[in-house]
Each structure stands twice: as C-alpha cells, then as structure tokens.
C-alpha cells in the first residue's frame, strides 16, 4: 500500500510538482518547502508565460494542452533542481527539499510513472514532464502539489 504522505511528496517533485501556489499551508508543507515553492513558481511563470488560471486548471487535474503549462511544470522541476534536463531526479536535492522522504522510498507506481513518462516517444522533455505530472495526478489527485 502506498503512504499517503510518499505521494504528496512525491507529487510535489511535480511539485507539480500540485496544489497551492500562494496558498501554501506552511504548517503542513514547511515553512522552507513554502517559500521554495512560491519562488518557484514566480520565476516559472515570469519565463515560460503560464498564468495562474492554466495552472488552477492542472491543479484541477484539467492537463490542458498548452505549451506554456507544459513548460512551466518542467521549469518548476528544473528551477527546483530536483530533476536535470535527462529527466533524472537527484536525490540529495529531493531530500533537502522535502525531508520527509529520507524516512521512506518512494513508491513504485511512482518510479512507474517517471520512467515511462521518459521512454515516450516525444520529442521534447515538457511534453514527457507532463506526461509524468498526469500519472501522479492519476495516482492520487487529493494529494496532487501545484505550486
């Protein structure tokens, strides 16, 4: 069975990570992850043109097709450095920013979905990304992280 917590945190990678941007709820993310995560997303949008609307939807679980959104998930995951551009996740990065998941692995419908949003056949890596971001919404939308 997979822990609910592993998920969240493992969404986050989505941070997608998926569901807060301002409203962040430091007592439960973290005071650091909060922060982070708000800066994240002002730099993402600021580079890649996604508004707020189009990322309300996706944390929705509505994966419009817009290169924007698509884009700015790959930002929030690189801008993060919790993955580099092969779409690899570095784990000393991970654990820095989400502690929680030093005490667990993480699940492995998630490794599933990483590794086969990798082996798509797209040409271009935020299409992959959000290929991944849509198997972890799948996994368990009421714990899905969009900063």
């Not at 301002?22 to 992850?33: I, N, Q, R, S, V």
């Not at 929030?76 to 005490?103: C, G, T």
């Not at 040409?123 to 198997?135: G, L, P, Q, S």
Request: glycine share 4%; net charge negative.
């Amino acid at each position: 069975m997979i822990k609910m917590n592993t998920i969240t945190l493992v969404s986050f990678l989505a941070l997608c990570f998926y569901s807060a941007y301002a409203y962040l709820d430091p007592k439960k993310y973290g005071e650091k992850l909060s922060k982070e995560g708000n800066e994240w997303h002002d730099i993402c949008t600021d580079v890649t043109g996604a508004t707020d609307e189009m990322i309300r939807q996706v944390r929705d679980g509505n994966f419009i097709e817009e290169e924007k959104m698509k884009r700015y998930i790959l930002c929030l995951w690189r801008v993060s450095r919790i993955m580099d551009r092969n779409m690899k996740v570095d784990h000393v990065v991970l654990k820095e920013v989400l502690p929680e998941v030093r005490h667990g692995s993480f699940p492995q419908e998630t490794r599933d979905c990483l590794v086969n949003s990798r082996n798509l056949d797209l040409k271009e890596n935020y299409d992959k990304i959000y290929e991944f971001e849509k198997c972890m919404y799948k996994l368990n939308p009421e714990e899905f992280i969009m900063f």
